[in-house]
């Protein structure tokens, strides 16, 4: 069974940065893509980032593009989200996943693992 677990969340002032860590942990599939998704209260979970295993193609939704990056270390089983400038409409909870078939990488009922997510707490 794969295992997700978050790290890096946290209270920080608006402009400032965080950086989210997701271990990954028992894999027996190839991954296809691992991801970011967010939830703020009251809302639905929403896509943040993505980076494609095959050829690390990364993919943002436009509220975080140029602001966010999501990268992988050299063994691939961790996943990071480095987050910059960051606003109060980033406070959420923050998910990690991964998929193990191809498909869009927006498509959060694609994904077959999730973390118990982390929470980011950004003050105006």
């Known amino acids: 069974q794969v295992q997700l677990v978050e790290s890096g969340g946290g209270l920080v002032q608006a402009g400032g940065s965080l950086r989210l860590s997701c271990a990954a942990s028992?894999?027996?599939?190839?991954?296809?893509?691992m991801g970011w998704f967010r939830q703020a209260p009251g809302n639905e979970r929403e896509f943040v980032a993505a980076?494609?295993?095959?050829?690390?193609?990364?993919y943002y939704a436009d509220s975080v593009k140029g602001r966010f990056t999501i990268s992988t270390n050299n063994a691939k089983n961790t996943v990071y989200l480095q987050m910059n400038s960051m606003k109060p409409e980033d406070t959420a909870v923050y998910y990690c996943?991964?998929?193990?078939?191809?498909?869009?990488?927006?498509?959060?009922?694609?994904?077959?693992?999730w973390g118990q997510g982390t929470q980011v707490t950004v003050s105006s």
């Open positions: 996943t991964e998929r193990i078939l191809s498909g869009s990488v927006y498509d959060e009922k694609a994904y077959n693992y």
């Open positions: 028992g894999r027996y599939f190839s991954t296809y893509a």
């Open positions: 980076i494609r295993w095959s050829d690390s193609s990364t």
